[in-house]
């Protein structure tokens, strides 16, 4: 008999107080994140608003610490921006081109905090800048190197993702990848879908902005009790899928739960990002894809087939195929790892 752990389900909810309590002090009417960077990197001011972006930081810290259904690469993604955005005013700053000053503080918070520095200067200009800028690629290098730097130096952050690298055939896991891709992108789309969905329900409902977090919070911390692995970032349960044989049906169960509840956090304000259940819910994909009984396969396919996954699903919500490859390479410091997730990525 086993015994129910309680404490997710208490630190659901005083995560979700906590934001709800940060709304109503700050009389907030709704959170900024990377949509916000990109949009203040693309005005010819400039402008980031400071306070609300240390404000949603501040958010994102509670529910991500509390255990909510949420990802840290977007909160990073504006923190990074918003800092580089308060530093740009101070008098000891030279007069630097506001998209690059951003671009450069995007790609640091990434460097240091996925240990990722090449996908953090990719994704810079892949989403940020929006284009390659050769007078924008050394400042944004120098921020994205010194933060990883800094970052190692400090034991702030190690590869996440690093297993034994399991050899494999890559022509015959050719057709099972090109499935995982197709899978990956409805997936990608349903998600995206569901997003925008909760967020226009909430809106629409009649429930006050700072009441609402605590919804998901109480869902979160119910499911906690019974799925534990559905909640939280969701790092080790990601490895356990790569390197476990799990059943079709918890990966079925995973996934839908997955998306639900991320739907759920972000819909009604229990803020955070999205990256990190994409990468669960690619993963999972992937792996159920390997356990289809029309797909006979050998064992070793797992690990490709849920990392290739796990890059198409990230690569279409942030919008980054690049990234998403070179975050697989960086992630996993395995070359064949992402040379295979070019395939459903595309």
Known sequence: ?????????????????????????????????PADTIYAAHQKAGTLDIKMGFNSTLASFFSISGGASVGMYGPLVHFGGTLAAYLRRRPFIPNIPHDIIIGAGVAAAISAGFGSPIAGIIFAHEVVIRHFSMRALAGISIASIIANFSAKKINLV??????????????????????????????????????????????????????RPLIPGVICGATALFFPEAIGLGSETIVNVITENNGIIFLLSLLILKIILTSLCIGFGLFGGVLSPALLIG????????????????????????????????????????????????????????????????
Request: aromatic share 12%; glycine share 4%; with cysteine.
């Open 283 to 346: 993963v999972c994909a992937g792996s159920i894809i390997f356990n289809l009984p029309i797909i006979n396969l050998d064992n070793n396919l797992n690990a490709v087939l849920a990392v290739s996954g796990m890059a198409a699903v990230c690569s279409s919500v942030i919008g980054g195929p690049i990234t998403a490859i070179i975050l697989i390479l960086e992630l996993t410091n395995s070359y064949e790892y992402a040379l295979s997730s070019i395939i459903p990525i595309a």
């Open 158 to 211: 190690e590869p996440i993702l690093v297993f034994d690298e399991i050899a494999f055939d890559m022509f015959s896991a050719f057709p099972s990848l090109f499935l995982v891709g197709l899978f990956s992108a409805i997936l990608a789309f349903i998600f995206m879908k569901s997003l925008l969905l909760t967020t226009k329900f909430a809106n629409n409902s009649d429930i006050k902005f700072f009441i």
């Open 1 to 33: 008999e086993t015994e129910l752990n309680t404490l997710p389900f208490f630190s659901c909810l005083l995560a979700s107080i906590l934001v709800c309590i940060l709304i109503k002090i700050n009389k907030i009417e709704r959170w900024h994140g």
